[in-house]
């Protein structure tokens, strides 16, 4: 018998190679409490959380509470069923509408996560004989919908407008071509060059699909990321996000202006054949999206929460993914693993979490420690952030 597991060996080595280093793992960490979007108890310690996705500190709005315990009471505790037959609420389409309005679109679809939206959307637009063009640095749930719809994959080298126009000029002009980007790129906080990218695609006649799941809530004047801070929201096909960031709970959606995106409901694979979300969660997101139509401020401070991180760690002599802040990601470059868990383990002795990412999910094989920052940080915790890196930094010699 060949034993299934025998692929995983060198990842079992490297991890109990890790671990033997004493440091303690850092991908199983426990929050014992949890105290507010910026603040929990890990291993007995007040901890200052960094690495939550939580932008727009939604999860403990007294609003967004509110309606998930009226909905949990006159609902119940979940749908036990797909959109398609028992699991549609009245809280879904609220939802929905919520989107529509929050994204001025035609059509929204709630899935149940935001993996799913993209594994459903992609796979099911883009079929064999199709080709989908994407950014080599895309998300695993970007990179699985294309496997699952068999279309042809087409990867360009990261934000490079170039490369995505020769793609896009080898391919056979009458195939159908979908090109699939994101807003903000969440290992490096780096954000795409949508505008030109979107020009060169629609000249190629392709569709765009862009991925707002870590600038929704942020970035726009009116949160709807990117696209509408560059000016081209109008020219994306489907925009895809996730509730499990700024709206501070979990599920996914697409929006769009296309005429018959309702039939999605239909052939969508992913939308069909899972649960629907329960009741509590659509009443939260609803509720959260609603309130972030109004969010600027908190948008003002989260930047200059980032702008803060960002200076203070580059003045400190840390390695950054980007030059300037340009997202409410900052990430830390780490020389390598062993290094990266010894100052992520120092800095959680320090009580601040981050999260540690290594490859493959990371690009280009390196160990960064991913900071996100919160609407809901004060100035005082950005400060005492710094000071937390500093002494991690120096106690484990990434800076002098
Ligand atoms: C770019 C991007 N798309 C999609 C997702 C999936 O979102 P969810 O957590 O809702 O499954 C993530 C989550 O990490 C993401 O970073």
Redo the contacts with the bound molecule.
């Keep these: 018998m060949t034993d299934l597991f025998s692929k995983f060996d060198p990842l079992i080595q490297q991890r109990e190679a890790l671990l033997a280093t004493g440091v303690t793992d850092p991908f199983s960490l426990v929050m014992e409490k949890v105290v507010s979007p910026t603040v929990a108890i890990c291993n007995g310690r007040e901890t200052i959380l960094l690495g939550t ?1 939580n932008y727009m500190g939604m999860t403990f709005d007294d609003d967004v509470i509110a309606a998930g315990k009226d909905a949990l009471d006159k609902f119940g505790s979940g749908t036990t069923g797909s959109r398609v037959l028992n699991g549609t609420y009245q809280g879904h389409k609220e939802c929905e509408e919520a989107l529509k309005e929050f994204y001025a679109m035609d059509h929204a679809m709630v ?1 149940s ?6 594994l459903g959307i992609i796979s099911t637009i883009a079929g064999k004989g199709d080709y989908v063009i994407l950014d080599i640095d ?5 990179y699985d919908g294309c496997k699952m719809g068999d279309a042809e994959i087409v990867a360009f080298r990261h934000n490079d407008v170039e490369a995505l126009e020769k793609r896009l000029k080898r391919l056979p002009p009458e195939a159908g071509k979908l090109v699939v980007l ?1 807003g ?3 290992m490096l906080g780096d954000v795409a060059p949508l505008k030109e990218m979107i020009r060169v695609s629609k000249q190629a006649g392709a569709m765009v699909l862009v ?4 600038s929704m809530g942020f970035i726009g004047a009116h949160g709807r990321g990117v696209a509408e801070a560059q000016g081209v929201i109008d020219d994306v096909d489907f925009i ?6 700024s709206v501070g709970t ?3 959606f697409c929006v769009s202006n296309h005429p018959k995106f309702e039939i999605m409901r239909l052939v969508c694979r992913p939308y069909v054949f899972t649960a629907s979300l329960p009741p509590s969660v659509v009443a939260t997101a609803a509720t959260s999206i609603r309130k972030l139509m109004h969010g600027s401020n908190k948008r003002a401070h989260l930047w200059e929460n980032s702008k803060t991180l960002h200076k203070g760690l580059q003045g400190l002599g840390f390695q950054l993914g980007t030059e300037e802040p340009q997202s409410a990601i900052i990430a830390v470059i780490m020389p390598d693993l062993e290094k990266g868990a010894m100052m992520w383990e120092a800095l959680l002795e320090e009580g601040l979490y981050v999260n540690l990412a290594r490859p493959p999910a990371t690009p280009a094989g390196m160990t960064l420690l991913r900071c996100s920052l919160c609407a809901e940080h004060s100035s005082e915790q950005v400060g005492e952030i710094l000071a937390r890196f500093e002494r991690a930094g120096k106690r484990v010699g990434i800076i002098d």
Excluded: C, L, M, P
């Design positions: 996705y899935f996560t935001g993996y799913q939206a993209n895309s998300h695993a749930s970007i994101e903000v790129y969440s991925d707002e799941a870590h895809i996000g996730t509730f499990s960031k979990v599920g996914g």
